[in-house]
């Protein structure tokens, strides 16, 4: 079973998943950027944590990644880059 292919997207308030969840820039509480890949797979990850006490997570292999990845350092206070 194939399913269909994850994006994110910047939009003026947040980020928005898969067309059908935004995570809004003032209830991103901390985020983290690393990387995960293994076996010579090349990941980087991006973790939000958020207000309401849970995550979300986006990858590199996401259209829309390096967008969303520029807008990060100007719109998260709590920025981890640990790549």
Known sequence: MSYPQRTVEVVDSGLVIDQSATLLWKDIRRAFIYDAGSGGMDLTCAE????????????????????????????????????
């Open 48 to 83: 939000f944590h958020l207000s309401e006490g849970y995550s979300v997570e986006i990858n590199s292999e996401m259209p829309g990644w390096d967008h969303a990845l520029q807008h990060l350092p100007s719109q998260i206070e709590n920025l981890v880059d640990e790549r």
